[in-house]
Structures are given as C-alpha cells and as structure tokens.
C-alpha cells in the first residue's frame, strides 16, 4: 500500500507496524517524534500500531534534545517543582519540529 511519508510517497507492506516503517527507514535506535494524520503518536505503541489507511500521512522527526528543552523551559521561566513540565516542553517542541519539516515539503 501507499503512504506518504516526510512528504514522499512510500509502498509498504500490508499491516507494518510503525516499528516495522520506522526500522525500514533507518530511524529504530533514534529518538523521533511520529505524527500519523497529524496526530502525535506515543513511543509506547510503536510495536503494535499498524499502518492500516491508504491514505495515510506519517510525518518523522528528530525529538528535542536535551539543549533544546532546556533552553526552552529557561525561556519559560520554569523553576525547581515543575519537572512535570518537561515532558510537556518536550512533546510541543517535537510537535514544532514536525510541523516545521511538514510546511518544508
């Protein structure tokens, strides 16, 4: 089946698996936020999410590092206590990356 991934289209088995797409395209041992029709998926259903929909979208970017979240939760104005905000940092700057390299193609 066809989808389009980072903005080219891709023939795919079947049924793959993100962790079988992403494995397929060189990114299984590096830290990416996917987003499937514009929906931001978790790490933690790679393994058993299947690429199912002809017309699929899957968008593929690096995740913010580490420099990165921290620069941004400064920015912020974050202080000690509210480490429960770096997850969120994280997730809006992976998503901002994804958009970025989307309008880019």
Known sequence: MKITLNGEVHDIAEQSTLEH??????????????????????RSVYREREIKALKTSVAIAAAATL??????????????????MIEDTALTLSKQKLVTQAASH
Do not use: S
């Open 67 to 84: 420099p990165e979240i921290l620069v941004e939760m400064g920015r912020r104005g974050m202080v000690g206590g509210q480490e429960d």
């Open 21 to 42: 797409l992403l494995a397929a395209n060189g990114f299984a041992d590096k830290r990416v936020a996917v987003e499937i029709n514009r929906q931001i998926i978790p």
